[in-house]
């Protein structure tokens, strides 16, 4: 059972319009809600992150919106930029001892045109 | 500083071939992981090691077998590889959840083609 899903699968955006991806999780154990950045060829890295009782968090243009009741949360790209083109994986956390083990979404791959 | 460091970064195999990705991290993280991403099916876990001498199984272990040789290092073994290990494999590591949350660092990948 996949227990974060996202959609949807490709994102085809203008530049300058918005970027909106969407996660659900099933686990309510899970305490942290991290976005990953992808360029080709390179590793993922963190973009931005939500813990869950905070509804929404902004860094630049890039928000999460998050929804605990639903499972919900989502990054919203503003402004969309061709360097913003990329595959994004929304991803949860949960503790394991003194660390973490995150599960990661399928991914989706933004494409903005220009 | 380096981050997470990934050898090779290219690697082609033949069927029932044997071969080790290596990884080392010099942020002196606790944790290390590999995963492997494949087009459609997102990044899963094959192994993790909450700390030197510690290793577990993650979703995708089968066909696997990791090292960790101390704090920096952890290494994946394809002991026969197989046409379905063809992948990219990432590995990663973190600090403890007392420093943040579960946030990873990742090493730029190995592509390893079986055939």
């Known amino acids: 059972q996949q227990q974060v899903k996202q959609s949807p699968q490709s994102l085809i955006v203008q530049k300058g319009g918005i970027s909106i991806i969407n996660c659900a999780y099933e686990n309510t154990a899970f305490d942290y809600f991290p976005w990953y950045q992808q360029f080709p060829g390179k590793g993922p890295a963190l973009l931005i992150a939500?813990?869950?009782?905070?509804s929404e968090k902004k860094e630049g243009r890039f928000t999460i919106s998050f929804n605990k009741s639903a499972k919900q949360f989502s990054l919203h790209i503003m402004d969309s930029q061709p360097g913003d083109s990329a595959t994004y994986f929304c991803?949860?956390?949960?503790?394991?001892?003194?660390?973490?083990?995150?599960?990661f979404g399928k991914g989706i791959t933004l494409s903005v045109r220009p | 500083n380096a981050g997470v460091t990934q050898t090779p970064k290219f690697q082609v195999l033949k069927t029932g071939q044997s071969m080790t990705l290596q990884c080392a991290q010099d942020m002196n993280h606790n944790s290390m992981y590999w995963y492997r991403q494949d087009p459609g099916m997102g990044l899963r876990l094959i192994y993790y090691s909450a700390s030197e001498g510690t290793t577990d199984k993650g979703e995708v272990p089968n066909g696997y077998n990791v090292s960790r040789l101390n704090k920096r290092e952890f290494s994946l073994r394809l002991e026969s590889a197989a046409p379905s290990q063809t992948s990219v494999y990432f590995c990663?590591?973190?600090?403890?959840?007392?420093?943040?949350?579960?946030?990873?660092?990742f090493g730029e990948g190995s592509r390893l083609t079986v055939l």
């Open positions: 991803a949860a956390s949960i503790p394991a001892g003194a660390n973490s083990k995150l599960t």
């Open positions: 939500i813990r869950p009782d905070v």
């Open positions: 990663a590591s973190s600090p403890p959840r007392t420093v943040n949350t579960g946030e990873l660092f």
